[in-house]
């Protein structure tokens, strides 16, 4: 008998983006005519800057010829855009970084869910509450946690909540874990974690002899130069942090798929006898093992967007989203709502009006203005009672959509 992993059924309902399709597939067969606007998953609705089209329509060419044809690639990405990473998003920040610690994958959902692999399978580890569901379904996955209480909360986890009291920024945990997630600006509260806020963090790592998994997935949407765009630039942050960051969001690449994951030579973890191993040998066996690489073409597409027009290009396509979080924040604030995020992070994070519960609130959105959020709840426990809304979309929509919800909800 071919026995299932039991520790897929700990998972109570669908995935949180799956169950949002699901209501809302529902919903538009019953309501055909209903124009419906989404604000829900986090996708870019621009097209791919032009110097990136350029790029990835050269390097097809290339691949048409006998001469530029290229096979398999190298696992860990080809040097023209690890060298490119490594040069603007690292040391432009004065932050040295080698080549053979940068990981070219094909997306930072992956590699979150993947990075956990390399870790014991007794590790403890904590999450910001809320927090992007695929931290801890991954692990649960994994049988690296118990069954869910009535709250979503699986035992097993430390859960670190991301409140309006502190300022969605929580502090290191009390007790003891081994390996940590952190995104900022976070995915879904929108908070950007200072530079005095991440210092502690890497403090507590090294004190705890804990591992930080970074998540700067939206790292180009920060508007505040002196908050810090990489853990590293953080002393010590190399001994105990592990980065991720993305093309998705900052580039338009959610159906292209490139990102990358960097794994310091100094960053170790320890076997059941002390002896401590490079965690940068294990991820790059691990890579090496499962994964055959990003295709040259999307690589040279990523690579152009380090290019002087690319970086242009892309800095307006980020520009244009941060604006329609304006518009959300300001229309939606002015009809009474409480809003925080949109500011260093293309999200809004609203607080349900009337203390609805996030579902509650995410089919009144749908039924009575035909727009779509994401529920709060789906990100964790402590997001029950607010709602995400996402800032990818046309300027039209949004501003549709403010004035949708404002006559919908009597604001």
């Known amino acids: 008998m071919a026995r299932i992993n039991d520790h897929y059924r700990k998972l109570r309902a669908g995935y949180l983006f799956p169950e949002i399709g699901r209501r809302v597939k529902a919903f538009q ?5 209903a124009r419906i606007i989404r604000l829900g ?6 097209p791919l800057a032009p110097a990136v089209v350029e790029a990835f329509r050269n390097a097809v060419d290339e691949m048409a010829t006998a001469e530029g044809f290229r096979g398999y690639g190298p696992e860990q990405g080809y040097d023209f855009l690890v060298d490119a990473i490594r040069k603007h998003d690292f040391e432009a920040r004065g932050v040295s970084i080698a080549q053979d610690e940068v990981f070219v994958s094909d997306g930072s959902k992956c590699d979150s869910g993947n990075l956990q692999e390399i870790f ?6 904590a999450v910001v509450d809320p927090v992007y569901p695929v931290y801890v379904d991954t692990n649960v996955m994994a049988g690296r946690t118990g069954p869910a209480d009535e709250s979503g909360r699986f035992t097993g986890i430390t859960y670190l909540p991301a409140t309006e009291a502190n300022g969605f920024v929580p502090e290191p945990p009390a007790e003891r874990v081994d390996l940590v997630y952190l995104c900022t600006p976070n995915n879904p509260t929108g908070a950007a974690a200072t530079r005095e806020q991440l210092a502690r963090w890497v403090a507590w790592a090294h004190a705890n002899d804990a591992v930080i998994v970074f998540d700067a997935a939206y790292e180009a949407y920060i508007t505040d130069p002196a908050l810090p765009r990489s853990i590293y630039e953080l002393e010590g942050a190399k001994e105990c942090a592990i ?5 998705s969001k900052r580039a338009g690449f959610t159906g292209v798929r490139c990102a990358y994951t960097v794994v310091p030579k100094a960053l170790t973890g320890s076997t059941d ?3 401590r191993i490079p965690l940068n040998a294990l991820w790059s066996r691990r890579q090496s093992t499962k ?6 073409p999307v690589q040279r597409a990523a690579a152009a967007v380090y290019s002087e027009a690319g970086l242009v290009q892309t800095a307006a396509q980020i520009a244009f989203y941060m604006e329609n979080a304006r518009r959300l924040r300001e229309g939606l604030g002015r009809a009474g709502f409480t809003l ?5 992070a293309p999200y809004i994070w609203m607080r349900t009006p009337r203390r609805l519960g996030s579902w509650e609130f995410f089919d009144r959105l749908l039924t009575q203005a035909h727009v779509v959020g994401t529920p709060g709840a789906g990100f964790g426990p402590s997001g029950e009672g607010y709602l995400r809304l996402s800032a ?3 300027r039209e929509n949004v501003d549709e959509a403010v004035d949708r919800v404002r006559r919908a909800f009597g604001a």
Not at 29 to 33: D, F, Q, R, T
Not at 120 to 125: E, I, L, T, V, Y
């Open 29 to 33: 067969e019953a309501n055909p005519k």
């Open 41 to 46: 998953i986090g996708d870019v609705t621009l």
């Open 120 to 125: 014991g399978a007794s590790c403890r580890f």
């Open 243 to 247: 980065e991720m960051r993305s093309f």
């Open 273 to 275: 006898t002390g002896e």
């Open 291 to 296: 994964f055959n690489g990003v295709s040259y």
């Open 340 to 344: 925080f995020g949109g500011i260093h």
């Open 392 to 394: 990818f979309n046309s």
